[in-house]
């Protein structure tokens, strides 16, 4: 089982930045690699971005590369660097882990969540 707590979600201008934190708990937890999603109002979930077990590999979503950045500094914490951030990008954003890294892996565990406000 493992745990995820995401924290460093607020409220920022249109073409700020935020930096996303999420801290695991549980066994194995170098096993696992681990990723960021988020879900506006209305929309589905979408993946944002993830990093294989040994921080080695980092996948983006088409629309924050160049923008978004995702690292680990150990096998239970990661990181998401947020700059210029727009308005579309309003969301709930979760931290979540699983075997793979690749976009489209089956992440098993999923954190509460981080509300992420950009106003214009």
């Known amino acids: 089982q493992v745990h995820l707590v995401e924290s460093g979600g607020g409220l920022v201008q249109a073409g700020g930045s935020l930096r996303l934190s999420c801290v695991a708990s549980?066994?194995?937890?170098?096993?696992?690699?681990m990723g960021w999603f988020r879900q506006a109002p209305g929309k589905e979930r979408e993946f944002v971005s993830s990093?294989?077990?040994?921080?080695?590999?980092t996948y983006y979503a088409d629309s924050v590369k160049g923008r978004f950045t995702i690292s680990r500094d150990n096998a239970k914490t990661i990181y998401l660097q947020m700059n210029s951030l727009k308005p579309e990008e309003t969301a709930v954003y979760y931290c979540?882990?699983?075997?793979?890294?690749?976009?489209?892996?089956?992440?098993?565990?999923w954190g509460q969540g981080t509300q992420v406000t950009v106003s214009s």
């Open positions: 549980g066994r194995f937890l170098e096993a696992y690699a």
């Open positions: 979540a882990a699983g075997p793979v890294a690749t976009p489209r892996s089956r992440f098993g565990y």
């Open positions: 990093i294989n077990r040994s921080g080695s590999t």
